[in-house]
């Protein structure tokens, strides 16, 4: 599994919900995309290991 995809993911359900600053899903979601997008070496770690522990084996990339 690619951080990317999973980001891409994140960035999907954002522009899904239209930005609106008034609602915490979207608030959430954005600054959670923000901050991932900013330290995508330490969430590819993080995926890594993950997928290690089966994780994402049933999901197709």
């Given at each position: 599994m690619k951080?990317?995809?999973l980001l891409a993911e994140l960035?999907?359900?954002r522009k899904d919900l239209g930005e609106?600053?008034?609602d915490?899903?979207?608030l959430?979601?954005?600054h959670?995309?923000?901050f991932i997008s900013y330290k995508m070496s330490d969430f590819q770690k993080y995926v890594d290991q993950?997928?290690?522990k089966g994780?994402?084996?049933e999901v197709e990339e």
């Amino acid at each position: 599994m690619k951080a990317e995809t999973l980001l891409a993911e994140l960035n999907r359900m954002r522009k899904d919900l239209g930005e609106d600053k008034g609602d915490l899903e979207w608030l959430a979601i954005h600054h959670a995309f923000c901050f991932i997008s900013y330290k995508m070496s330490d969430f590819q770690k993080y995926v890594d290991q993950e997928a290690a522990k089966g994780a994402f084996s049933e999901v197709e990339e």
